[in-house]
């Protein structure tokens, strides 16, 4: 059983819908990250949350708002998006934002923008 | 600004034999680290080894093992007797710095690893 859930692991929606993505972590981590993985481009990091807040925000659309209620839950409420924003969304975690220490992933949600 | 490159889009290696995927860095840090992952067709990242960059010996773990070349920036993923269940995507993975200033992890592009009978 993976330490990082994701739900839902498929997600088919228009351009005006309103839905949200959900990230739980069970390895007691303080720190949460959002990635966007398209095809053959490198993972782009979207959000970083440390202990509830939000430490960076790289550059990404106010269409995607994220949300942190505690450290074990992380949110990404998705509104009027794209359809280049149709791609494989990753949660991970970690112990602490900065150091060594490797992220751990959950198995993603697969996000199609009809 | 860090960059991550992985040349080789795609590999075929046979069954049991060693395998070696290529990664170099580039980064003014003079603190970094090195992650490899591996991304089974399921889509979850999984952690396989870390190096840093100031650690003496290169890093090992089981079959995988980290040949960590500072001066050429390279930071090669081998894997000792390969088995069909290691074919998957393999991404290079840099710790360094955002705009920001805060730490954040730069993927390379990957590479697809395919395990021949």
């Known amino acids: 059983e993976t330490g990082v859930t994701q739900t839902p692991r498929h997600l088919v929606m228009g351009m005006t819908n309103k839905k949200s993505l959900k990230c739980e972590q069970h390895l007691g981590h303080n720190a949460m990250y959002w990635y966007k993985q398209s095809a053959k481009k490198p993972l782009e990091l979207m959000f970083v949350?440390?202990?509830?807040?939000?430490?960076e925000n790289n550059s990404v659309p106010s269409r995607f708002s994220p949300e942190c209620p505690n450290s074990s839950h992380l949110f990404l409420h998705l509104h009027t998006l794209q359809p280049e924003d149709s791609a494989l969304y990753l949660c991970a975690s970690s112990q602490d934002w900065a150091g060594n220490q490797p992220q751990h992933f959950g198995d993603g949600t697969r996000l199609s923008i009809l | 600004a860090q960059k991550i490159t992985q040349t080789q889009p795609g590999m075929f290696v046979q069954e049991k034999e060693a395998v070696t995927l290529d990664c170099t860095y580039d980064?003014?840090?003079?603190?970094?680290?090195l992650f490899w992952y591996k991304q089974p067709s399921s889509g979850e990242m999984i952690f396989l080894i870390y190096?840093?960059?100031?650690?003496?010996q290169n890093a090992t773990e089981g079959r995988y093992s980290l040949n960590f070349q500072k001066a050429r920036k390279s930071a090669n993923l081998v894997i000792s007797a390969s088995q069909l269940g290691d074919s998957a995507m393999y991404f290079c993975?840099?710790?360094?710095?955002?705009?920001?200033?805060?730490?954040?992890?730069?993927f390379g592009t990957g590479t697809r690893l395919t395990i021949i009978p």
């Open positions: 949350y440390s202990l509830e807040e939000r430490v």
């Open positions: 190096q840093g960059s100031y650690d003496q």
């Open positions: 980064t003014s840090d003079p603190s970094y680290g």
């Open positions: 993975a840099m710790r360094g710095r955002t705009n920001f200033g805060n730490e954040k992890l730069t």
